[in-house]
């Protein structure tokens, strides 16, 4: 049977997902890939529900967001799937979440895929600790509304994480349309976090050949507990809090099919 891969998207309500997502399916995708989307409840409920995609072979679908408790679930059986994140939850929460899911499913992670809603970032600072966040499992950062933003203000941010050799890849999103969705969706890895990395990757051999990790030195791959975002304290909160976004996003103007 051939690979099926799942696709998560990052991104906060009001940023460009829905024109983004639809981009990469329409024109991402051969024509002859069935292809399924997933919206939590909470963003299809903001004025709009169907994303704008023409392509033949995707359906779209909702999933419900309680939390990272109750966790994600998403009925998938498509050739190849995207989770969008609920757009004003915790992407710690989410990404921990979706990480759960994925080890029960049949799926290999294509790409972790955050949209940046660039405008609003520049106008609110604090989006910027919660986009840390994001970008941190992203292999791909698609730059969306920069129309209010100056140039010096993208190479700034993107600076931000080129500084510390982050490896993913920054995309410019023009009027709701990439330059290359097929080249967004290769599957290769380019993010810093290694929580989805393969565990036995990072297995380092004693003297005498025998399997040995130094747990000082051992990487966070496969495991929650060892990534930066997703450590907890010894009273369950997260060691690095974000802050909460909804009274920063949530109005009458932001919704998913308006992004």
């Known amino acids: 049977m051939s690979e099926r891969f799942v696709y998560l998207i990052l991104g906060s309500r009001g940023g460009g997902r829905s024109s983004v997502v639809s981009d990469l399916v329409d024109f991402g995708l051969d024509s002859s890939n069935g292809s399924q989307v997933f ?28 939390g990272a408790d109750e966790g994600v679930i998403v009925e998938a059986s498509s050739e190849t799937v995207f989770v969008v994140a609920d757009g004003i939850s915790d992407p710690a929460d989410f990404v921990e979440a979706f990480f759960n899911w994925l080890q029960g499913s049949d799926y290999e992670l294509g790409r972790i895929i955050t ?112 990534d930066p975002f997703l450590a907890k304290l010894g009273n369950g909160r997260r060691s690095l809090a974000l802050p909460n976004i909804r009274n920063l996003i949530v109005s009458e103007d932001d919704t998913l099919a308006g992004d």
Do not use: M, T
Request: with cysteine; charged share 35%.
């Open 39 to 66: 919206i939590s409840e909470d963003d299809a409920a903001h004025r709009e529900s169907v994303l704008p995609i023409r392509h033949a072979l995707c359906e779209q679908k909702r999933y419900l967001w309680k």
């Open 115 to 226: 949209i940046a809603d660039c405008n609003r970032i520049q106008q609110e600072r604090k989006l910027l600790q919660w986009y840390d966040c994001c970008i941190h499992f992203s292999d791909v950062v698609l730059l969306s509304n920069r129309s209010e933003v100056s140039s010096k203000w993208i190479d700034e941010f993107q600076d931000r994480y080129l500084k510390d050799y982050y490896p993913c890849l920054f995309v410019f999103v023009k009027k709701g349309r990439l330059p290359n969705p097929s080249l967004v969706l290769e599957p290769e890895a380019r993010r810093i976090s290694k929580l989805f990395d393969e565990a036995d990757e990072y297995v380092f051999l004693d003297d005498e050949d025998e399997e040995e990790v130094d747990e000082e030195d051992e990487p966070a791959a496969g495991d929650p507990s060892k």
